[in-house]
């Protein structure tokens, strides 16, 4: 009977023994695949990513294809790769900049009055929301977003990150550029008559000789904002942060209310 019992015992144990063995094996094979599946996932990461800069050339010169839709798609896949390879985020806002400035050429005085109405592109718009909505950690060190000389009447750029972008001479009037971020922005001589700027951030931007005729700027923060000859007649300013402004020859509507703004600054 002991004899037996020691039989199974034995059995019992080699038996635990050889599957252990076997587990060990399984767990190693399977560290193996694991590690050849993430190294081709890497290699394949390396070669997508090194082929990028030819597929931005692409995707480019679709930018200027004759179909709004075909555009439209090319800057939604302009968007995603800013955001999936952080590496070409500058390179791909640098691009939409360039094509908005060179689909809105800034019009003169005349044709501004013969074409009142004119409003801007679905394309033009989203390539300018794109750019408002970016990540702008990923933006490149001492550079700086040009959407100056641009006509981009009645766009939409609610709550817009265009901090120390330069806007000079652009055609912003009846824009909505409520809550944006435009402090350190080089505004001198653009058009903001009739701009909704409620709650905006003004803060140190430069709006020599701009027009701010009838414009909103309720609530909008304007410390140390540069406003020399700035035409801020029929302008909005309640709540408005005007404390270290320069208002030095600006043209101002001094109603009451505008009064009690200034001299609460």
Known sequence: MKKLVLCMLTEIINTYQSVRKQLAINQNSLKNIILRIDLNQKTIGNT???AFPNRLITVTEH?????IDNRLAVIYELEQIAVNYPKFHWEIMDILTKFVRNHT?????EELV???SLTISTDIQLALTVIGR???EKDQENE??????????????????????????ANLSRANL?????????LSAANLCGANL?????????????NLCGANLAGANLHRANLYLANLQEATLTDAILKGANLREAKLSLTDSTEDELSSN
């Open 178 to 186: 409520a809550g944006a971020n435009l402090c350190g922005a080089i």
């Open 114 to 116: 013969s074409k009142p």
């Open 63 to 67: 930018l200027n294809h004759e179909n």
């Open 134 to 136: 970016r990540n702008v």
């Open 144 to 169: 700086q977003l040009d959407l100056s000389h641009t006509d981009m009447r009645g766009v939409n750029l609610n709550q817009a990150n265009l901090e120390l972008s330069n806007l000079y001479r």
């Open 105 to 109: 050429s800034h019009l003169n005085q």
């Open 198 to 210: 409620a709650g905006a951030n003004l803060c140190g931007a430069i709006l020599s000789a701009a």
């Open 48 to 50: 997508l990513y090194q």
